[in-house]
Structures are given as C-alpha cells and as structure tokens.
C-alpha cells in the first residue's frame, strides 16, 4: 500500500494523517483538512519533512 485516503469524521483527520505521514504513506484528505489551523499545520509541516 502506498497511499491512504482519509475519509472519516473531522476529529480523526488529524491523528489518522499524522499515523499515515509517520508510515511514510501518500495522503488525502477529505476537507475540511483539520479542525483547526494548528492541527492543519503540523500536518503539513510533518508531511514537509519526508520530501
């Protein structure tokens, strides 16, 4: 598997991302992205850093 999509309830984009990043899994995300912009971010963020 290479890739997940993240379709699920808003409260569990988060941690189910961060897990997906941390695997090193492709991601999309339903929208909206996070519940809020400090989730949003570090979401990004972590994903930045495996390019």
């Known amino acids: 598997m290479d890739a ?3 379709d ?3 409260y569990q984009h988060y941690p189910m991302t961060m897990d997906a990043i941390n695997a090193n899994k492709h991601v999309l995300v339903d929208k909206p992205m996070a519940i ?4 949003a971010d ?4 972590e994903a ?4």
């Open 36 to 39: 809020n912009l400090r989730e």
């Open 4 to 6: 997940v999509i993240i």
């Open 8 to 10: 699920t309830p808003h």
């Open 42 to 45: 570090e979401m990004i963020n």
């Open 48 to 51: 930045k850093k495996k390019i």
